[in-house]
Each structure stands twice: as C-alpha cells, then as structure tokens.
C-alpha cells in the first residue's frame, strides 16, 4: 500500500510540475509576442508621426503599447517569483537552514495571502470597469486591462503554492 501511495505521488507530482512548465512556456511566448507587438506598434508610430508627418494617424498605438507594457510588468513580475530571484535580505543569511527553510515558508505564506487579496480586488474592480471603454479602443474595456493584473497575482499564487510543496518548482539559478 505504501509503494503505491509512493508511485501515486510521483506521478501527482511530476504532472504538476510539467504543468508549472507548461505554463511557464506560454507565459513565456505570450510575453514575447507582446514585447514583439509592442516594438511593431512603436515603429509604427515613429514612421507615422516622423516620415509621414501625421501624428495622429494611429492614435489607438499609445494605448496598446501601454496594454502590452502592463501585461509585460506582472508577467515578469510571476516570472521572477517562479525563478526565485526576487529581493532577498542580508539579516536572512545569519539564521541556520531550518531557520530559513521556517522564513520561507511564513513569507511564501504572506505572498500567497495577500495575491489573493489582490485578486480579489481585482475582480471587484474590473466588474465596475468592464463597460468603461478606452478612448481609442472601444472594442477593450478598463475592466478587461484591470484583469491583466489579477492574471499576474493568479501566476504568483500558483509557483507560490506549488513551491510550498514541491522545491522543484521554484528553480534557484542565483548559483549558476
């Protein structure tokens, strides 16, 4: 019964852990594909504004480059929990492993707690804001903006969660 117990867990948690990957490698394309978009987006504007001498040609541009910003910032900001390279303080290195391995676990805690507070939030804020549209992209609300940061929480929750759980999935390449 044990041994089966055993094999049972392995496999829970090597799906999970090539699911946290899997995640990861679209959270990873999607980023891209917006930084791509982005640059598209500002040369065109560049080539509007200074070649053909009409500013205002694409004036949605702004606003979506700033949409792709946003959504790059809380995308890096779960990509830089889910790598551990997050801030770490001096006073944490005098304390003994288990010490450490106690601090982890309270602040990986807190980080859990209080994402879903934002979260939360998040999703009260983007029902009042879901009718409220862009100046020059009716077709995308402030509410569907808001959500971007709800998405970036939601990514930190899980490789927070997981982490707890499994070592793997958080990976410490500070050592490399």
Request: charged share 15%; aromatic share 14%.
């Amino acid at each position: 019964m044990e041994k089966i117990c055993f094999i049972n867990f392995f496999k829970i948690k090597s799906f999970i852990i090539s699911s946290l990957n899997k995640i990861n490698l679209i959270t990873e394309f999607v980023a891209t594909s917006l930084l791509f978009i982005a640059v598209l987006l500002m040369i065109l504007q560049i080539f509007s504004r200074d070649i053909l001498g009409k500013g205002g040609l694409f004036p949605w541009i702004w606003e979506s480059i700033t949409l792709c910003s946003l959504c790059l910032t809380y995308m890096g900001a779960s990509a830089v929990f889910k790598q551990n390279r997050h801030i770490a303080l001096d006073f944490y290195k005098k304390f003994s492993k288990s010490k450490k391995k106690i601090i982890q676990i309270i602040i990986k805690l807190i980080i859990i707690f209080t994402s879903l507070l934002v979260v939360a939030q998040v999703i009260t804020l983007s029902k009042r804001l879901i009718g409220t549209s862009f100046i020059t992209i009716p077709f995308i609300t402030r509410g569907h903006a808001t959500i971007i940061i709800g998405v970036g929480f939601f990514l930190i929750i899980i490789y927070a969660f997981f982490s707890l759980i499994f070592e793997e999935v958080v990976k410490n390449d500070s050592n490399n």
